[in-house]
């Protein structure tokens, strides 16, 4: 695992721009939330359908299709998206399409895929797949106290070829006093990003993509826990986080939290269009001292290198 330093203009505008991002952002490729036994079957026409048990106990047909990869970020323009019946396919076709549903996808192990439910290549060579994860979390290590901050999202993607990339370093910034962690995420080559998001750093298009930090055996206890969120700056897919002490984000409980850096870290983000989730997970780095290992000083040169080569100017050397 590589490592390098990143830093934002102000940490503190990180912070709230990160605890209100996460209810905003738009996750097109969403089916429903905290559902039992999904199952996923595509038929011969490149329509998916997904079967599950509603919280409530009731049996749901979702049918998606209409939709495969991604586009190039562009202004003005719509990113791919699925349409969707969630009554099967009647409200549409007139009948229950994936009550009757011939499945004739193969299901394949996709161990890279984080939070894999089931995936399976079609019969024109194309991938589907069901994810589900905690998107929600609260920031900051806290406990969930709202119902929907525990949901558990299920998630279809569907695409051919290579999914997005998720680039990641760690290193320390201000004065080599925090830990920090930045990168990039493209796809294709190219970067992904959006162009408009809320004053707190909410996506307001299909473009734009946040980053669900969850950090392990840290300050806030055992076990993972939700660092925090924010948004892959437009125009690089850069993005870049320092682990400073937090003061309590709007409607969060009051109490200041402790910088969350721990002996592991683990990244999730929704793949653009309808291409599926991605994720990354490495070992945390120790405190800065050169003196107990030269080597420290040496990778942080080479991170801060690595940083300026990219040419944001959001992530700043301190």
């Keep these: 695992m590589t490592t390098r330093r990143l830093t934002l203009a102000l940490p503190a505008s990180l912070a709230v721009f990160a605890v209100l991002c996460v209810s905003a952002?738009?996750?097109?490729?969403?089916?429903?939330?905290?559902?039992?036994?999904?199952?996923?079957?595509?038929?011969?026409?490149?329509?998916?359908?997904?079967?599950?048990l509603t919280r409530a106990g009731r049996e749901r047909h979702v049918l998606v299709w209409d939709a495969v990869n991604a586009y190039t970020p562009q202004a003005g323009a719509r990113q791919v998206k699925f349409k969707k019946d969630y009554a099967g396919g009647w409200g549409v076709f007139r009948h229950d399409i994936v009550a009757t549903m011939k499945n004739t996808c193969t299901p394949v192990a996709m161990p890279d895929l984080p939070?894999?439910?089931?995936?399976c290549r079609a019969t024109d060579g194309s991938f589907w797949a069901l994810q589900?994860?905690?998107?929600?979390?609260?920031?900051?290590?806290?406990?969930?106290?709202?119902?929907?901050?525990?949901?558990?999202?299920?998630?279809?993607?569907?695409?051919?070829g290579a999914?997005?990339?998720?680039?990641?370093?760690l290193d320390w910034v201000y004065s080599s006093h925090f830990h920090h962690l930045f990168g990039r995420l493209t796809y294709r080559g190219l970067p992904?990003?959006?162009?408009?998001?809320?004053?707190?750093?909410?996506?307001?298009?299909?473009?734009?993509?946040n980053l669900y930090l969850d950090t392990f055996d840290s300050a806030y206890g055992p076990g993972w826990r939700r660092e925090n969120s924010f948004l892959a700056h437009t125009h690089t897919g850069v993005f870049c986080y320092g682990?400073?002490?937090?003061?309590?984000?709007?409607?969060?409980?009051?109490?200041?939290?402790?910088?969350?850096?721990?002996?592991?870290?683990?990244i999730t983000v929704l793949g653009p269009g309808v291409t599926p989730a991605v994720g990354w997970e490495g070992d945390g780095l120790t405190d800065y001292d050169p003196n107990i290992d030269p080597g420290l000083a040496t990778h942080e040169s080479s991170m801060n290198e690595l940083e300026r080569s990219w040419h944001?100017?959001?992530?700043q050397q301190r």
Aim: net charge positive; hydrophobic share 35%.
């Design 243 to 266: 682990f400073y002490p937090h003061a309590p984000y709007p409607g969060y409980p009051p109490g200041t939290r402790p910088p969350g850096n721990g002996l592991k870290y683990r």
């Design 25 to 52: 952002a738009r996750a097109t490729e969403i089916v429903d939330r905290d559902v039992r036994s999904p199952v996923l079957k595509v038929d011969t026409q490149g329509r998916a359908g997904i079967s599950y």
């Design 192 to 209: 992904v990003f959006g162009f408009s998001t809320t004053p707190t750093g909410a996506p307001l298009d299909g473009w734009g993509r």
């Design 163 to 169: 999914l997005a990339k998720l680039e990641v370093h």
């Design 115 to 119: 939070w894999l439910v089931s995936a």
């Design 312 to 315: 944001d100017s959001l992530c």
């Design 132 to 160: 589900r994860w905690q998107r929600l979390l609260p920031n900051l290590g806290l406990t969930p106290w709202k119902p929907e901050q525990a949901a558990w999202e299920l998630h279809v993607s569907h695409w051919s």
